[in-house]
Nanobody, 125 residues
Framework: QLQFVESGGGLVQAGGSLRLSCEVS????????FGWFHQAPGKEREGVSC????????SYSDSVKGRFTVSRDKVKKTLYLQIDNAKFEDTGVYYC??????????????????WGKGTQVTVSP
């Protein structure tokens, strides 16, 4: 099964930038859609971005559109989330995730099958 290890989180000032990485291992990863989810303190986990297997199609939640960029590197087997113009409300744990094989990535955490342990991002005002 797929496994994820996120990294790159940390403290960033509002307006700053940060790049999260997610190392992927497991079978058929080249055929999987991947997603990034955000869980703010005291809130439910929410999808922020999805990316197609070849990386040609991406989607973003309204709250991050224009500020976040998702990408994937098949050679490095790594998923990325570039955070620009960080906002205080971006604070929380970021997880990479994947649905079942050949299923679509959606912003509903209940529909995603595989999860990493997350990386903490803290945006200071």
């Amino acid at each position: 099964q797929l496994q994820f290890v996120e990294s790159g989180g940390g403290l960033v000032q509002a307006g700053g930038s940060l790049r999260l990485s997610c190392e992927v291992s497991g079978p058929n990863q080249d055929y999987h859609e991947f997603g990034w989810f955000h869980q703010a303190p005291g809130k439910e986990r929410e999808g922020v971005s999805c990316i197609s297997p070849r990386g040609g199609t991406t989607s973003y939640s309204d709250s991050v559109k224009g500020r976040f960029t998702v990408s994937r590197d098949k050679v490095k087997k790594t998923l990325y989330l570039q955070i620009d113009n960080a906002k205080f409300e971006d604070t929380g744990v970021y997880y990479c995730a994947a649905p079942l094989f050949l299923a679509r990535c959606v912003f509903d955490s209940k529909a995603m099958q595989y999860w990493g342990k997350g990386t903490q991002v803290t945006v200071s005002p």
